[in-house]
């Protein structure tokens, strides 16, 4: 069975600070591919990014970061100098290689105070 | 805009009734997928389609049933509706299974 756990289910910062996203995952798989989506207030789901599992190579994108560690089966993502637009719920989810679905974790709520 | 449409936004509806979402993915996706978001269960897998067949099914109600069409745009048809069927109902499209879905804007069931 694959699972997804976000720990964290309320994150509050002012704007400018730094905010980092834990995200554990559980497979059996060797080949598997783990996403993190945002998810705005206006509702939609957007996509951010996708990392295989056999691709560790940490990724920045902008003030975005992602820091994928097989050994401790966890995928976390930094925003840097935190935006009121960051306020958003993010979501990490995890694809096995026999599956179709996506499993997602539980969200994180990040609130960016100004 | 992920390129995906999902119609109707909005959808308030009364117990046993019966409604229709209908969703086009980007041009050139194969896949589409439904989730169900709710409050108690998060988000949940429902069904895929690739090019027209079913491929992949999760939690999906019996009361609840999908298709994708020629043109490639799928429809999920809710029926006998109950209150526990309130939801915000998502489509996401993908080029193949290995890669990222993008998802529609949802449409959000009220089931009074």
């Known amino acids: 069975a694959q699972k997804v756990t976000q720990a964290q289910t309320e994150i509050s910062v002012v704007e400018k600070e730094d905010v980092t996203l834990d995200c554990v995952y559980e497979?059996?798989?060797?080949?598997?591919?783990l996403f993190w989506y945002k998810q705005p207030p206006s509702g939609e789901l957007v996509f951010l990014i996708r990392r295989n599992s056999f691709d560790e190579q940490n990724e920045i994108s902008g003030r975005y970061s992602w820091n994928f560690q097989k050994s401790t089966s966890s995928f976390n993502f930094t925003i840097t100098a935190s935006q009121v637009v960051d306020s958003a719920v993010y979501f990490c989810a995890l694809r096995q290689s026999n599956d179709y679905k996506l499993s997602f974790g539980a969200g994180t709520t990040v609130t960016v105070r100004a | 805009d992920s390129g995906v449409t999902q119609t109707p936004k909005h959808l308030i509806t009364a117990t046993g009734q019966r409604v229709t979402l209908r969703c086009s993915p980007r041009s050139g996706d194969l896949s589409v997928y439904w989730y169900q978001q709710s409050l108690d269960q998060g988000l949940q897998f429902l069904i895929q389609y690739y090019n027209g067949e079913e491929r992949a099914k999760g939690n999906i109600l019996e009361r609840f049933s999908a298709q994708q069409f020629p043109d490639l745009h799928s429809e999920l048809n809710l029926s006998s509706l109950e209150l526990g069927d309130s939801a915000l109902y998502f489509c996401?499209?993908?080029?193949?299974?290995?890669?990222?879905?993008?998802f529609g804007q949802g449409t959000r069931l009220t089931v009074v």
């Open positions: 996401a499209s993908s080029v193949a299974d290995y890669t990222e879905a993008f």
């Open positions: 497979t059996r798989d060797t080949t598997y591919y």
